[in-house]
């Protein structure tokens, strides 16, 4: 069965920090990559995505992912947080022929001290 | 331009009742997942409406049930509830066709608890 991880559970930074969150997902086949961010009290928005072309993307907010597929990881990294990134973020995966079927990692719970 | 929204927003049941869930897409978006976040977990996929069917389907008991309607809006319902029901259901919405990839627009969610 397919499935993502994601190894921080809680991630505590200073602002002006550099962050890398890591992902993982276990599927052999052709794979849309996602990265969603969900700020407190607020709904679960999209950040990031990657379907195909250069591996890496760029999403708001100064984010950017690596999709590297040897590795079957699509890390974020943003290299200065701000207290504003104060956040859960999930890494997500769907696979061709699935696309309604979004599957999540556990998320990480980013603190940035100010 | 109006997002993904959900009733209600909270609502406390006990068990073996059954509960409905509403959700109406974002404009012009005619697919509907449903998914279910239970505490510290990922959201974990229900299943997804389109044309008033049911598409997909996840891992969830028949007890789980839904519905969409011509205008797109969609209904989750849970019969028989049990105390492992308490989560936060979402809903999120997207366009269907070839071009789709599988972006998601997620409502703010109906936090159901289970007594």
């Known amino acids: 069965a397919q499935s993502v991880s994601q190894h921080n559970h809680h991630v505590i930074l200073s602002e002006a920090a550099s962050l890398e969150l890591g992902c993982n997902y276990s599927?052999?086949?052709?794979?849309?990559l996602f990265w969603y961010v969900q700020y407190p009290g607020q709904h679960l928005q999209l950040l990031l995505k990657y379907f195909s072309g250069d591996p890496l993307v760029k999403g708001i907010k100064g984010f950017e992912a690596e999709f590297i597929k040897s590795k079957f990881s699509f890390n974020l990294r943003k290299p200065s947080v701000q207290w504003s990134d104060t956040a859960e973020y999930f890494c997500?995966?769907?696979?061709?022929?699935?696309?309604?079927?979004?599957?999540f990692g556990k998320g990480t719970k980013l603190s940035v001290k100010p | 331009d109006a997002g993904v929204t959900q009733s209600p927003t909270h609502l406390i049941k006990t068990r073996g009742q059954q509960v409905t869930l509403r959700c109406s897409p974002k404009?012009?978006?005619?697919?509907v997942s449903w998914y279910q976040q239970a505490l510290g977990q990922g959201p974990q996929f229900i299943f997804q409406?389109?044309?008033?069917?049911?598409?997909q389907r996840g891992n969830f008991p028949d007890r789980f049930s839904g519905h969409q309607f011509p205008n797109y809006s969609s209904e989750l319902n849970v019969n028989a509830l049990l105390l492992g029901d308490s989560a936060l259901y979402l809903c999120?919405?997207?366009?269907?066709?070839?071009?789709?990839?599988?972006?998601?627009?997620f409502g703010e969610g109906s936090r159901l608890t289970v007594l």
């Open positions: 997500a995966v769907n696979t061709w022929g699935s696309q309604g079927n979004l599957i």
């Open positions: 404009s012009g978006h005619d697919t």
């Open positions: 599927y052999g086949g052709t794979v849309n």
């Open positions: 409406y389109y044309e008033e069917e049911e598409r």
């Open positions: 999120a919405s997207s366009l269907s066709g070839l071009s789709n990839t599988g972006e998601l627009f």
